[in-house]
C-alpha cells in the first residue's frame, strides 16, 4: 500500500484521518503554515509542501482551502491526489469539476478538410451513454490523415465507433464488460429505455476482436499486431482512467502511437479535472507536450511529435468550419 500524506492539518483533516487511516497507510500531514512544520499533529508529523516532491507518496486534501490546494500540487507537477470531502451531492456525475488549462486546441474541420475527400459513417444512434457524432469523425479522420491501419477500443458501447473505424482499418481490437454483464443492461435501460444493444454493431465484422472483460485486468500480451490508434472509453473514475492509461503506454509507447480520451472535456472546451489529472498522474512530464483538445467534440488526444504536422491548431477566430449533412434512418433489431 503507498504511503499517504493528508494535506491539511486541521479539524478537517482530523476528523478525515480518524475515517481514511482504515484504509490507507497515512504516515503524516502537509501544511501550507510553515508555525504547523515539524510538529506533532493527531500523533503524526507536519511537513511543508516540499516533501511531495521528495517522496513517492498520495497526497488526500483535507481543507477548506482545496481548491488553491489543488492549483499548487498542478504547479509542482504533481498529480497523484485526491479530495476527501463530506459533502452530500444528489448528482451521480463522477466528472464534474474543471481545470485551468492552455492546452492547444485541433482543428477537427481542417483535418476533415486535408483528407481530400468525404467521410461517412454508416451507422449513427445518437444514444445516450455513446460519444458524440464528432468524436467518431475524429477517430475515422484520424485514421486516414495518419495512414493507419491497427486500432484499439476500450469500451465498447453499441460499437458504433469501432464499426466506423473498421471500415478502413486492417485489424481492429475491443476490450469491453461480456454481454451477460448486469450492468450494461441496467444502463441500457436507465439511459436508453432499450435492451442491452452492447456491439450491436461491430460484432459480425471481420476485422474486429473483441475481447470481454475488465480492461484493468486485461493480459495486453494477447494482442500481436501493433497498434496505431487507441480510443480510451472505459470506467470513468479516476483510478480506471489512470490505469487504462498506464496500460495502454505501457502497450505502445511514446513515439509512434495516438491515443484519444473520451470525456477529457466538454463541448465548451473546459477540461475536465478526472480525467486530465488521472492522465498526468502518468504520463511523463517530457510528453505533455503532446496533449492537446480536439475541436467541436470531448475528446483529448496524445499525438506524438513526429505527426503532429499532419493536424492543424484552432488558431483564427474569424473563421468556423460547417459540415455537410445527410440523414437516413435504418431500424436496427436485436
Known sequence: MKDTVLFGASKFGESALKILQESKKIIGFIDNDENKWNTIFNGLPVYGPTFIKEHDIE????????NEIVNQLQELNF???STYSIQLQKSNLINSKFVNHSLPIISIGKLLQDIGRDVSINDLTFLSGGSSVMDYFFLKAVMQRCNFRTYLEIGTWTGESIAAVAEIADKCYSISLPDDNEALFTTFKSYCNKA???RYFSNNKDNIVHFYGDSLEFDYSQIKDEINLVFIDGDHSYDAIKQDTKNIFELVGYENSIIVWHDFKTIRNQVIQTTYEAIRAV?????????FVVHSSICGVYIPEKLQSKFTLESDS?????????????????
Do not use: G, H, R, W
Not at 504520463?283 to 496533449?291: A, D, G
Not at 474569424?318 to 436485436?334: A, H, I, M, T
Open 318 to 334: 474569424e473563421s468556423l468550419y460547417s459540415f455537410e449533412v445527410s440523414v437516413k434512418p435504418k431500424q436496427n433489431k436485436l
Open 79 to 81: 498529480f497523484d491526489f
Open 196 to 198: 442491452n444493444f452492447s
Open 59 to 66: 497526497v488526500i486534501i483535507t481543507s477548506t482551502y482545496a
Open 283 to 291: 504520463l511523463p512530464q517530457e510528453y505533455v507536450k503532446n496533449l
